[in-house]
């Protein structure tokens, strides 16, 4: 199997509020861990909740000096 593409959203279960990853009900360890060994690009939409999506998923940008 591949996958290509990996679009990640997180919500309450109730609109698609596209709240920061970890703070809605897609259990994310868990979903992660099926995909292990696919290499897609990620892509997030996450709106104003990027940088605390980022630090969900301990990814965070260097800031420029």
């Excluded at 997180?10 to 698609?16: A, E, K, Q, S």
């Excluded at 596209?18 to 290499?39: C, Q």
């Excluded at 897609?40 to 420029?64: C, D, Q, V």
């Amino acid at each position: 199997p591949y996958l290509d593409l990996a679009h990640l959203s997180d919500c309450r279960g109730v609109y698609d509020d596209h709240v920061a990853l970890g703070a809605g009900i897609i259990e994310w360890p868990h979903l992660f861990a099926r995909l292990e060994g696919l290499t897609p690009l990620y892509t997030l939409e996450t709106g104003r909740h990027t940088r605390k999506s980022l630090a969900y998923l301990n990814i965070m940008p260097k800031r420029e000096q």
